[in-house]
């Protein structure tokens, strides 16, 4: 059965061959390659002759070796002095029988607008580069063929502010959810025309809030709720933070809706918390504050050294209170307390009443 196997085995070919990008600093970008062969070729690219590191060598790269053997950037990374991303990239499948190599790729990064066109200085330009199969083909008589570009088999209009085409290549500004979709470029000249192969554009969405936090103030032993929704694609990941420590241990809960809720609430418990929405394009974050109220009642505070009582009635309170342990669960609660003059009590017990 192994001999039969081996018999069936097959070097490598690649089946989907990668295509020149321009893209601007900052933005994702995908270099598509995809091979076939028996066993399953590994897949490796190369930029100017050197083997590109991704994920798989360093789980902290920008740069992501996905399942299909395409190259992902989750950021391109251009600098002055450092361009570690731009040039001409290859991938490379093998296995024992054998390697592919696939067409040259380069990978232009955008730095430069055309003023004219800018409406608003403070947007960022985020552009997303579809090739042109047809851009060198020639017909018999060999007049040029001139481009056209489809989506989901609409024509595209060049000449609204997000589409341009150079070169015979398609380029979209301000990329937006709805530019998703099929496109196809279709090749015209005095003969006749052409259609290109289909060509699917995703568009990812880094993390944005649909519901951000708000700040709460509630009373010792009630429930606190922070809500938060977020979206994005990929669907984000929501987690919690509290800002200056822990979430309190064993009364919190976060629920499927990814709201926060915090059982008999503390006044350790005051404080900023942090929801954070993150996916493969980015991260983003919104927080609010928690204040815990005093009850109703009274406050006295006593200290025995000199006799001397100071009694506060309300929520509103003259000096800053900060809680600390205290030695036996049967005595008051202890306090450190403040005065607006800065004169600090010693030995002080607070007791509650009311």
């Not at 690649?14 to 091979?35: M, Q, R």
């Given at each position: 059965?192994?001999?039969?196997?081996?018999?069936?085995?097959?070097?490598?070919?690649?089946?989907?061959?990668?295509?020149?990008?321009?893209?601007?600093?900052?933005?994702?970008?995908?270099?598509?390659?995809?091979?076939?062969?028996?066993?399953?070729?590994?897949?490796e690219w190369?930029?100017?002759?050197?083997?590109?590191?991704?994920?798989?060598?360093?789980?902290?790269?920008?740069?992501?070796?996905?399942?299909?053997?395409?190259?992902?950037f989750l950021r391109i990374v251009h600098g002055r002095k450092s361009r570690p991303d731009e040039g001409v990239y290859v991938c490379v499948a093998r296995n024992y029988l054998g390697?592919?190599?696939?067409?040259?790729?380069?990978?232009?990064?955008?730095?430069?607008?055309?003023?004219?066109?800018?409406?608003n200085p403070h947007h960022s330009l985020r552009q997303c580069q579809i090739p042109n199969p047809l851009s060198k083909a020639r017909d018999r008589t060999h007049n040029s063929m001139v481009p056209s570009w489809t989506r989901n088999f609409n024509p595209i209009y060049v000449?609204?502010?997000?589409?341009?085409?150079?070169?015979?290549?398609?380029?979209?500004?301000?990329?937006?959810?709805?530019d998703a979709g099929k496109y196809v470029c279709v090749g015209t000249n005095m003969v006749g025309e052409r259609e290109s192969e289909v060509a699917e554009l995703t568009v990812l969405e880094r993390p944005s809030f649909v519901k951000r936090p708000s700040n709460l103030a509630v009373t010792v032993d009630d429930s606190a709720e922070f809500k938060?929704?977020?979206?994005?694609?990929?669907?984000?990941?929501?987690?919690?933070?509290?800002?200056?420590?822990?979430?309190?241990?064993?009364?919190?809960?976060?629920?499927?809706?990814?709201?926060?809720?915090?059982?008999?609430?503390?006044?350790g418990d005051m404080g900023s918390y942090t929801c954070v929405a993150e996916n493969m394009v980015g991260k983003a974050e919104a927080s609010a504050t928690l204040t815990v109220q005093v009850g109703s009642g009274k406050l006295t505070f006593y200290w025995p050294s000199s006799n001397h009582r100071v009694t506060v009635t309300g929520t509103s309170l003259p000096?800053?209170?900060?809680?600390?342990?205290?030695?036996?669960?049967?005595?008051?609660p202890c306090f450190t307390c403040h005065w607006p003059q800065r004169q600090t009590a010693q030995n002080k017990v607070c007791r509650k009443y009311g």
């Open positions: 059965a192994g001999s039969r196997l081996r018999q069936e085995d097959f070097p490598p070919r690649i089946v989907e061959h990668p295509s020149d990008l321009i893209v601007s600093k900052g933005e994702p970008a995908t270099l598509n390659c995809k091979a076939e062969g028996r066993p399953t070729p590994t897949i190369y930029k100017g002759g050197e083997r590109v590191e991704t994920d798989k060598d360093d789980p902290r790269s920008h740069r992501m070796l996905l399942p299909s053997g395409s190259l992902f390697e592919a190599v696939s067409h040259n790729a380069s990978l232009e990064v955008a730095t430069t607008q055309d003023p004219s066109h800018v409406h000449k609204l502010f997000f589409f341009k085409i150079r070169g015979g290549k398609l380029m979209i500004t301000y990329t937006r959810k709805s938060c929704e977020a979206r994005g694609d990929p669907v984000p990941t929501v987690r919690w933070r509290k800002d200056d420590g822990e979430l309190p241990k064993s009364r919190y809960e976060i629920r499927d809706d990814h709201t926060l809720k915090i059982r008999k609430v503390m006044a000096l800053s209170i900060h809680t600390l342990p205290c030695p036996s669960t049967n005595q008051p």
